[in-house]
Every structure is written in C-alpha cells, then in structure tokens.
C-alpha cells in the first residue's frame, strides 16, 4: 500500500493513500456504498482569493503576514496581475482553510 504520512510538529497528522485503495479499505470495512470521486469545482478558484479572504474576516495585511509575502504582492494576486508559485498557493489554502487549491490557470 502507497501510504504518505503528513506531520505536524513533530505528530502524525494526516494519512493520505491513492483513491483506488481508500475504495479497497471502504470494501474491506464493509462499507456497502462507495464514495464518490471529488469534483474540481468543488474547490474555490484562486480568483476568488479576495472574497474567501474577506469571509475569514482577514485583511490584506493579516493574510500576507501569515503567508510571509508583502500586502502589495497580495494584493497584485488577488487582482490577477500575478501568478503565485505553489509554496505560496499552499500557504494562501493553509491560512483560508481551502483543500486542493490550485490556479486557474
């Protein structure tokens, strides 16, 4: 089995496997009914940057602090002037609690 454990601090803290055998283990658990695959659009763009950062309440300053980038090159983000690279994408999902966030481009 293909297994990655994600840490935090030190602690075991997610488990992530390939779907095909998180369907296995459902089967093996007698889980009768199979869940299905996630969809894309499930997942907000990272154009809506700005509206997701506003319902978490953060401002411009508060959400480039925490992901380490100044507000300006935030702000060039969420108008669509820049392109963040994947380190920061995580960062901006981490901070906004978004899952699977990529660009849309």
Same mark, same amino acid.
């Given at each position: 089995?293909? !297994?990655?454990?994600?840490?935090? *601090? ?16 459902l089967?093996?658990a007698?889980?009768?009914q +199979?869940?299905?695959?996630p969809? +894309?659009?499930?997942?907000p763009? !990272?154009?809506?940057? +700005?509206?997701l950062?506003e ?5 411009? *300053? ?5 992901v380490g980038? +100044?507000?300006?090159? !935030? ?9 963040? *690279? ?7 999902a ?5 899952e699977?966030?990529?660009? *849309?481009?």
């Amino acid at each position: 089995m293909s !297994l990655q454990v994600i840490s935090r *601090d030190g602690e075991p803290e997610y488990a992530v496997i390939p779907w095909a055998q998180y369907q296995a283990l459902l089967q093996a658990a007698g889980a009768v009914q +199979s869940v299905a695959e996630p969809e +894309s659009d499930e997942v907000p763009a !990272l154009s809506r940057l +700005s509206a997701l950062r506003e319902a978490k309440g953060l401002d411009v *300053d508060a959400l480039a602090r925490a992901v380490g980038i +100044s507000p300006h090159y !935030l702000k060039m983000i969420e108008g669509g002037e820049r392109e963040p *690279d994947a380190a920061i994408q995580r960062a901006l999902a981490w901070n906004l609690g978004v899952e699977g966030w990529e660009s *849309d481009s």
